[in-house]
């Protein structure tokens, strides 16, 4: 039996019975449990297939591998040995996958299987819950192994897209830039939407506009109502039209409201929410949540459902009865709540069940230590009223919507009565009991991160339509519209999950419903790792661009950086392990689109690697760039064409020469040239530049376009 951790293998061999431990592996009644250190291994570089490809060369591209090859990762080589030695035993007869109940752990295994050698059968253990009886009810049940091999079809192929497009678009792009760069299939357009985010605040243009308030009175109550205005000359005017006037409730509108509950946990939502709620990061999310699932405390992290399935209804439900005697709610919940009140109904949803169902708190989270680590603390309280909320009934209000005239100018405001505080009275609940560790670690300021309020609306007093409110006090507010706010780990990991919903193609948006940038398993490891290589850095909780960032996003084309293409593969990838897309289709595909865009760069480059920056006009041959100069390609004495960076004439324009004006006057003979410096007068001016070859040097002139006559 092979595990993917240490840990979870020593709680599976404690269920079987294993309990001779040996050097990496445990054994007993009958059976041997052992485990992987994550990939044990991976495939090769691209140099194992061939030494040339020890050096970056553009004409080298694109490196397609005809049969992959894999190797033992260097530092758990040693653990990979003592598998394959189980593996080989005699008396093993058959193999259990016990690898994490998803893509990659799949991947984990298979590679394992093949990298060993091995023949022999394998049987499946899927499970959601690290439980004793989840674990016990997995083993009566295992499934096999051939029934995952889609799901194997699909993990290797997004491991195959990730290496051709890393390595082929990675050299390709660090040869044209004489820097080495980083391109991913799925971190490139991660970096481009926060790149894109930063250059939509710096170019923002803020826009004044004016909030014109009246304070009104009426029956002892106070409370305002409001317009928006566009202009100063406007909102003048309103004050001096109604200064001094009465006012008169002119409508008064009421409407009954309900809100449900929102649905429980998937990842995602619970990596967004504990960023938002507490400052954690996704990837820290993730480690508390695995952690808390190999206690047995929680089920399965790595889900995109926020759904149970039918069948557990009954169970849920005496889940939620237990939950309230758990010693780390806080005791307003299990005064309060009233388990009659609530139902699953809402949770049961077999259709949006793929997999791996939410994640709920486990029977054993009743017994957690009171000496949990203080994320894990949180995020377990986070899961537990999660589903408490989820399963109790909504949130009721009347919603009051009054408009005052004074002088048939119209203000308004909103107002609302709870009569039914419903979930959100035990979703309130929460909040104290996440302050108290925030503080421990450092990271709170005040209330709690998780305390973030609604906006109340405005308490209103009993008005009937007609009304008169006598002379509201009018003032005036000169407002600015506010730019984007730059990405956190919540808003980021909101776009990658629904990076297809800003698509303006409604066809194309219906064809990649539901795909996105990344999967919950990966989305927090591909944040990590954007900070770690240098493209993005924290600030705070936001996430901001490096100069690295902007380089990257500049130089590769839009195909590359877009999230469209990316999110159709990652479906295609989930419509292979359903069986509905080909393998060998989806990797013809991904071939064939390194080999053309590599192909489109690669007839701009010559042999030797070097950019083609034009032809030249002396002599027909190849313009290539020096670190001084643009210089012809033939002998000294044969052609001497060459335009120098530092040439005199842009210099003293303050004009720098850069490389897309040279191929533009190589191939058109002159170029447009705004801000040109003049000597005479200190100002700039506008004006062709020709460029002139007397056959033994090179000059430039400039030319004003004739202005037209009146």
């Known amino acids: 039996m092979i595990a993917e951790k240490p840990s979870v293998a020593a709680e599976l061999a404690k269920v079987l019975g294993a ?42 591209l694109p490196i397609l591998p005809d049969q992959w090859k894999y190797e033992v990762t260097g530092s758990t080589k040693g653990q990979f040995d003592i598998v394959k030695s189980l593996m080989d035993r005699q008396e093993v007869d058959e193999l259990v996958c016990a690898t994490d109940a998803g893509r990659e752990g799949e991947l984990i295994f298979r590679l394992v299987y093949m990298q060993a050698g091995c023949e ?44 051709l497009v890393g390595i082929n678009f990675s050299r390709l792009f660090s040869c044209m830039s004489d820097q080495p760069q980083n391109v991913g299939r799925v971190q490139t357009p991660t970096i481009n939407l926060i790149v894109e985010r930063q250059r939509a605040i710096d170019n923002f243009d ?34 001096e039209k109604c200064r001094g006037r009465d006012g008169i409730a002119a409508q008064i509108q ?109 029977v054993e989270s009743l017994k957690a230590s009171d000496r949990l680590p203080v994320n894990e603390a949180n995020i377990l309280r986070m ?35 709870v009569t039914e505080a419903g979930f959100k009275e035990v979703a309130a609940q929460l909040a104290p009991l996440l302050v108290k560790p925030q503080k421990k670690e450092g990271k709170g300021k005040g209330k709690g991160r998780g305390a973030k309020e609604e906006k109340e609306d405005t308490l209103l007093p009993a008005l009937a339509e007609g009304d008169v409110l006598h002379q509201p006090d009018l003032s005036s507010e000169k407002k600015e519209t506010k730019p984007p706010k730059p990405y956190t ?17 409604e066809d194309l948006k219906k064809e990649v419903a539901g795909a996105g940038l990344g999967t919950p398993a990966t989305r927090a490891g591909i944040i990590e790792r954007i900070i770690k290589t240098g493209f993005i850095q924290r600030k705070g909780k936001n996430l901001l661009p490096t100069e690295k960032a902007y380089r990257i996003v500049d130089i590769v084309p839009e195909k590359v950086k877009s999230a469209v293409l990316t999110a159709e593969w990652e479906q295609k990838l989930e419509q ?75 210099v003293s324009k303050k004009k720098p020469l850069t490389k897309p004006m040279v191929k533009a006057l190589l191939q058109r003979g002159r170029i447009r040239c705004v801000n040109l410096y003049s000597e005479r007068t200190g100002g700039t001016y506008e004006a062709y530049v020709r460029m002139v070859d007397t056959g033994q040097y090179v000059n430039f002139r400039l030319e004003f376009p004739e202005r037209r006559r009146g």
């Open 206 to 239: 803020a826009k004044p506009y004016y909030v014109l308030t009246a304070a009104c009175t009426h029956d002892g109550v106070d409370f305002s109502v409001t317009r928006r205005v566009e202009s100063e000359a406007e909102s003048a005017a309103l004050l």
């Open 576 to 650: 292979i392990y359903r069986g509905q897309a080909s393998r060998d289709e989806f990797m013809e595909g991904i071939r064939a689109f390194v080999t053309e865009l590599v192909d489109s760069y690669k007839e701009n480059f010559a042999e030797n690697g070097k950019e083609i920056i034009g032809i030249c006009p002396r002599c027909g041959r190849r313009i290539f760039e020096g670190r001084t100069n643009y210089y012809c390609e033939a002998d000294r004495g044969v052609c001497d064409f060459v335009i120098w960076k530092d040439e005199k004439f842009f």
């Open 383 to 417: 899961i537990a009223y999660k589903l408490l909320t989820a399963a109790y009934i909504p949130h009721e209000y009347v919603k009051t919507e009054l408009t005052v005239e004074i002088e048939g100018e119209e203000f308004k405001t909103t107002g609302r009565m």
């Open 120 to 163: 022999k059968p394998f049987r499946r253990l899927w499970i959601s819950s690290m439980e004793n009886k989840a674990i016990k009810d997995g083993f009566a049940n295992l499934r096999a192994g051939s029934d995952y091999d889609r799901l194997y079809d699909a993990a290797v192929s997004r491991m195959q897209a990730d290496w």
């Open 489 to 505: 780990e919540d808003t980021l990991l909101s776009a990658m999950e629904n990076a297809m919903k800003t698509l303006e193609d």
């Open 19 to 60: 309990d001779r431990k040996g050097n990496g592996f445990y054994t007993g009644k009958g059976c041997c449990v052992t485990w992987c250190v994550g990939h044990l291994v991976e495939s090769v570089m691209p140099e194992a297939y061939d030494p040339r490809y020890e050096k970056w060369r553009i004409h080298d």
């Open 254 to 362: 009421k409407t009954k409201m309900k809100e449900n509950p929102p649905a429980l946990y998937d990842l995602t939502t619970l990596q967004r929410e504990a960023n938002k709620m507490l400052g954690l990061s996704a990837q820290q999310t993730l480690d508390a949540t695995q952690n808390l699932y190999e206690k047995k405390l929680v089920t399965y992290p790595r889900t995109d459902s926020r759904y149970l399935t039918a069948d557990m209804k009954g169970s849920t439900e005496q889940l939620i009865r237990s939950l309230l005697t758990a010693p780390w709610l806080d005791p307003k919940t299990k005064e309060t709540y009233d388990p009659e009140r609530a139902g699953t109904d809402r949770l049961i949803n077999d259709k949006k069940v793929t997999d791996h169902h939410a994640i709920i708190p486990t």
